[in-house]
């Protein structure tokens, strides 16, 4: 009997899948919901679409492991892609990693997935996949026979599979705890001005809270451990800070994005926890940084976010990477406090054992630390050698 585990949402890609596969002879068919934070009625809906489809079902919690282990090194890393806090490509190795050992416990002889050929997840799973179970083959039923959506809702009436609601939805929509991205219909349009119901986590200017909040995030070795001065888990934090930020409309973005294939596509972002608690971690780093430190950290956080972008979590490149992000975090230990207001987030202090800031010497009325006079030496070597350059190119 051939066994096939499908990497499964129970939305319109992945439910074709089942009886697509079991048209290629697969009799046996286990899916597989990696739940990394989607919500609640999605899973619930996955679970009731397996039943129908009478695959074998698993979801597996790893919510807490998320938040942990791919999360907080994303705020270690300040991890930014183009403008927004990397989210969906944060989960997909998780996801593949852990379908690939529930694949390898149950004996898959195949795995499948319902990307098409045109997103980013098709690279971030399969590399996950490939890195955990080498030798079980992967297929890609809706990339490669280039179906479309139409095609499939039409396949599902016919086989009588369960899309229900998948074929009025208006919108794609992906989340997890750390973010929610939307796009599909009229927002692929850079010109269109996205509808106000198509955010769930954010208030807009007009409905946030008339009065600003000030919140304090305690950090130690980088990690976020409390808010207001209330310890937290990483899962129950970032959850605590998705509601403070959502509160005012902090985290929406609205951008232009460079997908791994060369399209270039209009998406829409709520990452409301993920833009609060990078920004707070940004600010300590600063005053516990050298010039040198903060100058190549930001080179090294680039390229730790285009690594995450591609799903390229275990390649040894990005192994050096976070050897140096946790060099740093050492002394990334101290406290930010951040206002929010009406969609806007400013810093309004910090403080740290490991701060690198000396006021005396930064002061204009305290000469004890740094005599002002001494820097007259100093000033007059400046760009001492811009200065021959002119008087050769001028004689």
Not at 2 to 31: H, N, Q, W
Not at 69 to 98: E, K, Q, V, W
Not at 134 to 148: G, H
Not at 285 to 302: G, N, P
Request: overall charge negative; glycine content about 8%; some cysteine.
């Amino acid at each position: 009997m051939k066994k096939a585990l499908i990497i499964f949402s129970g939305g319109l890609d992945t439910t074709v899948c089942v009886p697509m596969m079991r048209e290629e002879g697969y009799e046996e068919i286990t899916t597989v919901l990696v739940d990394v934070g989607q919500p609640r009625a999605d899973i619930e809906q996955a679970a009731e679409r397996a039943a129908i489809l009478k695959t074998d079902h698993y979801a597996l919690d790893v919510r807490d492991e998320f938040a942990a282990d791919y999360c907080f090194p994303a705020i270690h890393a300040n991890a930014d892609y183009f403008g927004y806090p990397l989210s969906t490509s944060i989960a997909r190795p998780l996801i593949a990693m852990r379908a690939a050992q529930k694949g390898v416990e149950l004996g898959a002889e195949l795995f499948v997935h319902g990307c098409t050929g045109k997103g980013n997840d098709q690279f971030r799973l399969e590399h996950g996949l490939r890195m955990f179970a080498p030798d079980v083959p992967i297929t890609a039923p809706i990339r490669e026979k280039n179906l479309t959506r139409t095609w499939e809702i039409e396949y599902a009436k016919k086989v009588g599979a369960p899309i229900g609601q998948s074929t009025d939805k208006i919108w794609s929509i992906d989340e997890n705890f750390w973010g929610r991205s939307i796009e599909g219909g009229r927002l692929e349009e850079p010109g269109y001005a996205p509808p106000e119901h198509i955010f769930e986590w954010t208030k807009s200017f007009d409905d946030a809270p008339n009065e600003p909040q000030t919140v304090e995030i305690e950090f130690v070795n980088g990690d976020p451990v409390s808010i207001d001065g209330e310890k937290l888990d990483p899962h129950a934090l970032i959850l605590k800070a998705n509601e403070i930020a959502g509160n005012h409309g902090v985290g929406r973005i609205d951008m232009m994005e460079d997908r791994m294939i060369g399209l270039k596509v209009r998406e829409n972002y709520e990452c409301p926890g993920a833009t609060l608690l990078i920004a707070a971690h940004k600010a300590l780093e600063e005053l516990i940084s050298t010039h040198e430190e903060r100058q190549f950290k930001a080179l090294v956080d680039q390229q730790w976010a285009e690594m995450a972008y591609k799903g390229l979590w275990w390649d040894p490149f990005m192994e050096d990477l976070n050897a140096f992000i946790g060099s740093v975090q050492k002394r990334v230990t101290g406290k930010v406090r951040m206002t929010l207001f009406k969609s806007s987030m400013k810093v309004a202090g910090r403080d740290s054992d490991w701060a690198l800031y000396s006021e005396a010497a930064a002061s204009f009325d305290d000469d004890e630390v740094l005599e002002q006079s001494q820097m007259t030496g100093m000033v007059r070597t400046h760009g001492m050698a811009s200065q021959i350059y002119f008087g050769i190119k001028n004689k």
